[in-house]
């Protein structure tokens, strides 16, 4: 490596991180750089892969297995001349390695490891690709070949941290070159603002460029084995014995600690898993303040990166504030690089005004999504809202030809896409939405976005349209989610009983809110068994609530399975951890007693 390949490697890190992703990768076209440093391959093939992952077209996607290919023999080569140490006092000779206040053994580990994280970056890359390209066989065998990477990583990085003396910190000097704001994000309201400093920058050494690269170290290892770690952790119990029979290990207590070192040691892994975190915090954890707070910080430091806009705009969304969610994803409208991207955020801005009841306004965001996108991938979903658009505006003609379209383009095994095709089924046979259909979509429409009020309202004046069989336990299970998610657990759980009397009128197209049911009334003997301080009491709680989840797991085959799943399995979770405390300091007070 030389100084040059290392500031090209720090420059296009600074513009791929806001979102300018033409400009990186004209940075690292040239071969020789990318053989010289194959941080700048890696580099070059995640773009490539980003690209290829979002358009789904063959010519990217090949063009992205060429440039991993490409990585992988810069990062062997990068091994080999590390091998031994009479190799390696060769490679470090006039580099930017020489003449470090390490010894050789120590560089000789930093570089050992280096290689292996491009190679298992290399490998999870390709096997997204091929997940996406449904080669599912290689994905998973190169999947778990990325996996032994990281995890031959962890014991090497620890190493090198014992290494290093207890007053050694990291210096970002190369991080700060290429900085020309200082920003500082109000975590309150998780506002960035940005202020212009200058930064007095220490002298450029070798020492700072090998601390640098232990950054880059430190952030792509953690954010590795923090990524396997927490997805394994999401596999259900009944198949887990099976992932980690072939070599993966779930910890998810872990997974957070390695997520948020990698975060915090400023590499080039650090917004990766940052951005993890947010979607784990928003989503999985629904800790809404601890994700806006990190996400406030992350775009502080990358101000015009568009995944982060993308994230926000989901976080808005489900917060109720449709005005800025909309802001966001317009902003990604920008984005020139990669067409599918605004094709995306098209679609998300139509799906708001959808929310908004704005049908009229959504129709051409809708249709600008399906006329422009060619992946296959919200294509039976989008014609699924655009038919219900139309039905809305008494455009019927239009709303069935939408409707027609999704039987052909349907995937199998693809949730929405399957949950799109029974909705469609249903709406061509009871030619179109009923008065009811369209006052409890609005109503669900609340409710997604936590207008729960005004939800309510909606669903009393649904009450008054009821027609079919299934009209009565879908309104029952809306109200009794509205109820849930306002604490009201006594008027959630008899609304929840109705839906569970209805079972045996319900046809196929509503079934799924059986399995829903059983499991909101799981999640709220668990809530309930939680705050009890009567350990039998609490015992028996938790009994009730697994025996209702049972419940819930015993229905197949119906929409949107893997959430109910995905809902038990971090109820039981929580339920864990709140008796793990509880224990802990029951456990400290008796013993601060008997002293």
């Known amino acids: 490596m030389d100084l040059e390949s290392i500031l090209k490697v720090e420059e296009s890190l600074g513009l791929f991180w806001n979102s300018k992703y033409e400009l990186a990768q004209n940075l690292l076209e040239n071969r020789t750089l990318r053989a010289k440093n194959?941080?700048?391959?890696?580099?070059?093939?995640a773009i490539g892969t980003i690209k290829a992952i979002i358009s789904e077209e063959e010519i990217e996607a090949n063009e992205a297995f060429e440039r991993l290919n490409f990585a992988e023999k810069s990062a062997d080569a990068l091994a080999?001349?590390?091998?031994?140490t009479n190799s390696a006092n060769k490679a470090i000779e006039n580099s930017v390695l020489s003449n470090l206040s390490f010894g050789v053994p120590l560089i000789r580990k930093v570089m050992n490891i280096l290689s292996k994280i491009i190679l298992g970056t290399m490998c999870l890359f390709d096997s997204i690709l091929k997940f996406r390209l449904q080669k599912y066989v290689t994905g998973v065998y190169t999947f778990r070949k990325s996996w032994k990477y990281f995890e031959e990583c962890l014991p090497l990085l620890r190493e090198v941290e014992n290494e290093l003396s207890a007053d050694y910190k990291i210096s970002n000097y190369l991080h700060l070159a290429?900085?020309?704001?200082?920003?500082?994000?109000?975590?309150?309201?998780?506002?960035?603002?940005?202020?212009?400093?200058?930064?007095e920058l220490p002298e450029l050494t070798n020492d700072i460029i090998f601390r640098r690269l232990i950054t880059h170290v430190c952030s792509s290892v953690n954010f590795g084995a923090g990524m396997f770690h927490y997805s394994i952790d999401l596999v259900p119990k009944h198949f887990k014995w099976i992932v980690?029979?072939?070599?993966?290990?779930?910890?998810?207590?872990?997974?957070?600690i390695e997520l948020a070192t990698s975060v915090n040691s400023g590499g080039a892994a650090s917004p990766f898993a940052g951005f993890m975190l947010v979607f784990i915090h928003a989503f999985w954890e629904?800790?809404?303040?601890?994700?806006?707070?990190?996400?406030?910080?992350?775009?502080?430091?990358?101000?015009?990166?568009?995944?982060?806009?993308y994230c926000a705009g989901y976080i808005h969304r489900s917060e109720g504030r449709l005005a800025q969610s909309t802001g966001c994803f317009e902003r990604i409208m920008t984005c020139?690089?990669?067409?599918?991207?605004?094709?995306?955020?098209?679609?998300?801005?139509?799906?708001?005004?959808?929310?908004?009841?704005?049908?009229?306004?959504?129709?051409?965001?809708?249709?600008?999504?399906?006329?422009?996108?060619?992946?296959?991938?919200?294509?039976?979903?989008?014609?699924?809202?655009?038919?219900?658009?139309?039905?809305?505006?008494?455009?019927?003609?239009?709303?069935?030809?939408?409707?027609?379209?999704?039987?052909?383009?349907?995937?199998?095994?693809?949730?929405l896409d399957e949950y799109s095709k029974r909705q469609a089924k249903?709406?061509?046979?009871?030619?179109?939405?009923?008065?009811?259909?369209?006052?409890?979509?609005?109503g669900f429409a609340l409710y997604e976005t936590k207008r729960f009020n005004e939800s309510f309202e909606k669903l009393n004046e649904a009450e008054t349209l009821i027609q079919t069989d299934n009209d009565r336990p879908l309104l029952f299970y809306l109200r009794g989610a509205c109820f849930q998610k306002l604490k009201q657990f006594d008027q959630a759980k008899a609304a929840f009983s109705q839906v569970l009397l209805c079972e045996k009128k319900i046809t196929k197209v509503a079934l799924f809110i059986i399995p829903f049911a059983y499991c909101c009334l799981g999640e709220i003997e668990m809530e309930n068994a939680t705050k009890l301080t009567d350990r039998q009491a609490q015992q028996k709680g938790y009994e009730d609530a697994n025996k209702l989840f049972k419940k819930a797991l015993n229905y197949k085959n119906y929409d949107f399975e893997s959430w109910v799943s995905a809902r038990i399995k971090r109820a039981q979770e929580r339920a864990a951890a709140t008796t793990s405390t509880s224990t802990s300091t029951t456990s400290t007070t008796s013993t601060t007693a008997r002293k």
């Open 286 to 309: 629904e800790e809404i303040e601890k994700a806006e707070q990190l996400l406030g910080r992350l775009q502080a430091e990358n101000p015009e990166d568009y995944l982060f806009s």
């Open 38 to 45: 194959p941080i700048a391959a890696l580099i070059y093939a």
């Open 178 to 199: 290429y900085r020309t704001t200082a920003t500082t994000a109000t975590t309150a309201t998780t506002t960035a603002t940005t202020t212009t400093t200058t930064t």
């Open 336 to 415: 020139t690089f990669i067409p599918q991207f605004q094709n995306y955020a098209q679609a998300e801005i139509g799906l708001n005004k959808y929310l908004l009841f704005d049908y009229q306004g959504a129709i051409p965001c809708l249709e600008a999504y399906l006329q422009n996108s060619k992946v296959r991938g919200y294509r039976c979903f989008m014609h699924l809202l655009l038919g219900r658009c139309y039905d809305c505006l008494n455009d019927v003609d239009k709303a069935y030809a939408e409707w027609r379209k999704i039987k052909s383009q349907a995937r199998k095994g693809y949730a």
């Open 426 to 442: 249903n709406l061509l046979e009871q030619r179109g939405q009923t008065e009811f259909d369209k006052t409890f979509m609005q």
């Open 244 to 256: 980690e029979g072939i070599g993966f290990r779930a910890d998810r207590e872990l997974s957070m």
């Open 80 to 84: 080999d001349q590390f091998s031994s």
